[in-house]
């Protein structure tokens, strides 16, 4: 969501995060322009307190493994993609994964980008 718009603040959690970033992740999204290299992986446990207009689950299983935020959430929503870490196969294969659930990801939200700012904008 950063990307569509750099006024957004964006907060990025797994519910079992990995020790360091993927380096499947960092090489897909460097293909799209976007550096997460320096990013770290957290745990979804520390902002459960906090306020967010919304919680978007999308990694499958979250939706059903995700605790509770008890802060003030205006609205929760899963969009439901498999686990790209679950890929198997040769680099390439796993890559073409990786790509697949990028674009997924990216077209969904995009989407729903779109669809926020018309409903702000009253069209």
């Known amino acids: 969501m950063k990307s569509f718009d750099p006024g957004l603040e964006v907060f990025s959690a797994g519910t079992s995060p990995a020790q360091r970033i993927n380096q499947y992740a960092v090489t897909v999204m ?3 322009g976007i550096d997460i290299s320096s990013n770290l992986p957290k745990s979804v446990r520390q902002f459960l307190n906090g306020s967010f207009d919304f919680v978007i689950t999308v990694c499958g299983s ?22 790209p870490a679950a890929a198997t196969g040769t680099e390439e294969e796993i890559l073409c994964e990786y790509r697949r659930i990028r674009d997924g990801i990216g077209d969904r939200f995009l989407g729903f980008y779109r669809d926020l700012t018309k409903q702000s904008a009253g069209i």
């Not at 605790?67 to 993609?81: A, I, K, M, S, Y």
């Open 62 to 83: 979250a939706l059903e493994t995700c605790p509770v935020f008890t802060g003030d959430v205006q609205h929760r929503l899963h969009f439901g993609f498999d686990d």
């Open 30 to 32: 460097k293909e799209v």
